[in-house]
């Protein structure tokens, strides 16, 4: 048969739920979501219940399936990360380079280009530092951090050329108002992040062109009461904010107040996830010192948290079931709302989106994948 008719779980399509209805897949690509009295003859896949939803889109994924992506990457390290990713749920991807040297920003941009086309899943690249604020490095090595200057930005606009998405995570300690404009205007993302920057600073940013913050709340400078910061800035302006949904990060009370206070489609969530994404690693190394996997999270032999022991079908999980907020809320802001924050035309089920899928049982647990049409088995 060359249609796969998928069936038998209530089908939420990046917005809303449709009971009854079915998914008709062609040639890797969604042909037709229709109600099961009109489904065509094909190949039939039925659940007994649960939730079929647009496969995940994750913006900040540092590495996984043992691998990090560092200034050895290649090829072949991308489609590693993205190969991990998938089998998690998250079809769509951003690899994401931690702060490095020029030279490592080079080589991981060459790769990122290389992969376009080629990689099943990749959708960009998340630069995250190196022109971050040395007052808030978090795991980032602090001897790497560094300004913006020229060179940089004539590789930046040059990469952009070639790849689909490209986000760059800065600070205004180390980005001037200018430079985030010229960036802004060739179509990369800028996103404040790892910044100890003012409310001024922040709305100065944003008004040149930064439009997303990275993983609200973590290595920022923070709400008060005669000084809103970045956090303040992030809440009260039009921008996107990257969230990690562990409930090591940020409080679930703390999420809901930022839900409150954001604007519907402003919140997305991020894994943040590390070489041991997808694997049984319990420890790797990043820039020189040792990462450490226990209870959940990641953290530095000092116990600085070091991204996240999380996947998004996980991070959906927790908004709905800690958080408490919709299954159609937690499972958009996993799909649709972060790749419409990069342009992405994923996210969605409807027709001639790719074939990208997830399902996830009465408990809200991953069971299946499609990835271009074709089943993946669930690691998640």
Same mark, same amino acid.
């Given at each position: 048969?060359?249609?796969l008719?998928?069936t038998g779980?209530r089908?939420?399509?990046?917005?809303a739920?449709h009971?009854?209805?079915a998914?008709?897949?062609e040639?890797?690509?969604i042909?037709?979501?229709?109600?099961?009295?009109?489904?065509?003859?094909?190949e039939?896949?039925e659940?007994p219940?649960?939730?079929?939803a647009?496969?995940?889109?994750d913006l900040q994924?540092?590495g996984?399936?043992g691998?990090m992506?560092?200034g050895h990457?290649?090829?072949e390290?991308?489609?590693?990360?993205?190969?991990a990713?998938?089998?998690?749920?998250e079809?769509?991807i951003l690899p994401?380079?931690i702060?490095?040297?020029?030279?490592?920003?080079?080589?991981v941009l060459?790769a990122?280009i290389?992969?376009?086309?080629?990689?099943?899943?990749f959708?960009?690249l998340?630069?995250e530092g190196?022109h971050?604020?040395?007052?808030?490095?978090?795991?980032h090595?602090?001897g790497?951090?560094r300004p913006?200057?020229?060179?940089d930005?004539e590789t930046?606009?040059?990469?952009?050329?070639?790849?689909p998405?490209?986000i760059?995570?800065?600070s205004?300690?180390?980005?001037?108002?200018?430079q985030?404009?010229r960036l802004?205007?060739a179509?990369?993302v800028v996103?404040?992040?790892h910044?100890e920057?003012?409310?001024?600073?922040a709305?100065?940013?944003i008004?040149?062109?930064?439009?997303?913050?990275t993983?609200?709340f973590?290595a920022?400078?923070?709400?008060? &009461?005669? =000084?809103?910061? *970045?956090?303040g #800035?992030?809440l009260?302006?039009?921008v996107s904010? +990257?969230?990690?949904?562990?409930g /090591?990060?940020?409080h679930p009370?703390t999420?809901r107040?930022?839900?409150?206070?954001?604007r519907?489609?402003?919140?997305?969530?991020?894994?943040?996830a590390m070489?041991?994404?997808g694997?049984?690693?319990?420890?790797?190394?990043?820039?020189g010192?040792?990462?450490l996997?226990s209870?959940?999270?990641l953290?530095?032999?000092?116990?600085t948290?070091?991204?996240?022991?999380?996947?998004?079908?996980?991070?959906?999980?927790f908004?709905?079931?800690?958080v408490g907020? &919709?299954p =159609?809320q937690a *499972?958009?802001? #996993?799909?649709?709302?972060p790749?419409?924050?990069? +342009?992405a035309?994923?996210?969605r /089920?409807a027709?001639?989106?790719?074939g990208?899928?997830v399902?996830?049982?009465?408990?809200w647990r991953?069971t299946?994948v499609?990835?271009?049409g074709?089943?993946?088995s669930?690691?998640?």
């Amino acid at each position: 048969m060359d249609k796969l008719i998928l069936t038998g779980a209530r089908v939420f399509d990046g917005t809303a739920f449709h009971e009854n209805h079915a998914i008709v897949l062609e040639q890797g690509r969604i042909s037709a979501l229709c109600p099961i009295a009109e489904m065509p003859e094909g190949e039939v896949v039925e659940f007994p219940g649960g939730t079929l939803a647009p496969g995940l889109v994750d913006l900040q994924v540092n590495g996984g399936g043992g691998v990090m992506l560092d200034g050895h990457a290649t090829l072949e390290t991308i489609s590693t990360i993205c190969a991990a990713h998938a089998h998690l749920g998250e079809t769509t991807i951003l690899p994401t380079l931690i702060t490095d040297t020029r030279a490592a920003t080079q080589t991981v941009l060459a790769a990122g280009i290389a992969a376009v086309t080629r990689v099943p899943g990749f959708g960009g690249l998340h630069l995250e530092g190196p022109h971050l604020d040395p007052k808030r490095p978090g795991c980032h090595p602090p001897g790497c951090i560094r300004p913006l200057d020229e060179e940089d930005i004539e590789t930046l606009l040059e990469a952009k050329t070639g790849l689909p998405a490209l986000i760059m995570t800065l600070s205004p300690a180390n980005a001037t108002p200018e430079q985030i404009a010229r960036l802004s205007e060739a179509g990369i993302v800028v996103s404040l992040g790892h910044s100890e920057c003012s409310f001024a600073e922040a709305q100065e940013a944003i008004a040149a062109g930064a439009r997303m913050v990275t993983h609200l709340f973590n290595a920022m400078s923070q709400l008060g &009461s005669r =000084e809103p910061g *970045l956090v303040g #800035a992030a809440l009260s302006q039009r921008v996107s904010v +990257g969230l990690i949904a562990d409930g /090591i990060h940020v409080h679930p009370e703390t999420i809901r107040l930022a839900l409150a206070a954001k604007r519907q489609g402003e919140v997305f969530l991020v894994s943040d996830a590390m070489a041991c994404a997808g694997s049984d690693l319990m420890e790797f190394e990043l820039a020189g010192r040792r990462i450490l996997r226990s209870d959940g999270a990641l953290r530095l032999e000092d116990g600085t948290l070091a991204g996240a022991d999380l996947s998004l079908p996980q991070a959906v999980r927790f908004m709905i079931e800690t958080v408490g907020v &919709s299954p =159609e809320q937690a *499972l958009a802001m #996993a799909s649709r709302i972060p790749a419409e924050a990069i +342009g992405a035309p994923v996210g969605r /089920i409807a027709p001639g989106f790719a074939g990208d899928l997830v399902h996830f049982d009465g408990d809200w647990r991953l069971t299946e994948v499609w990835q271009g049409g074709q089943a993946k088995s669930s690691t998640a």
